[in-house]
């Protein structure tokens, strides 16, 4: 059963999530499984990364894309 203390802590949670701007994000890291194998993509201080020949190749790649793309 959840107190009033708790549901206070729930609500605000639901307003704060709703509110972008409370956010900066520094750094994550996530495993993308891919159609050849799975990739570490990460994030650290506006900055991407991803494990794959062709991020190291060309600075981007379809997987580090698609984390931004499931942020937006």
């Known amino acids: 059963m959840l107190d ?3 549901i206070g802590k729930v609500e605000k ?3 704060y999530a709703q509110e972008h701007d409370r956010f900066v994000f520094l750094n ?3 495993m993308v499984r891919g159609d050849n194998g799975e990739y570490l993509v990460t994030y650290d201080h ?3 990364e991803c494990n794959s020949e062709y991020f190291r190749n ?3 790649d379809s997987h580090t894309m698609a ?3 499931l942020l937006d």
Do not use: I, P
Request: net charge positive; hydrophobic share 40%.
């Open 13 to 15: 949670a639901h307003r």
């Open 67 to 69: 984390v931004e793309r």
């Open 4 to 6: 009033s203390s708790m």
């Open 46 to 48: 506006g900055k991407w």
């Open 58 to 60: 060309h600075g981007f």
């Open 28 to 30: 994550f890291q996530v």
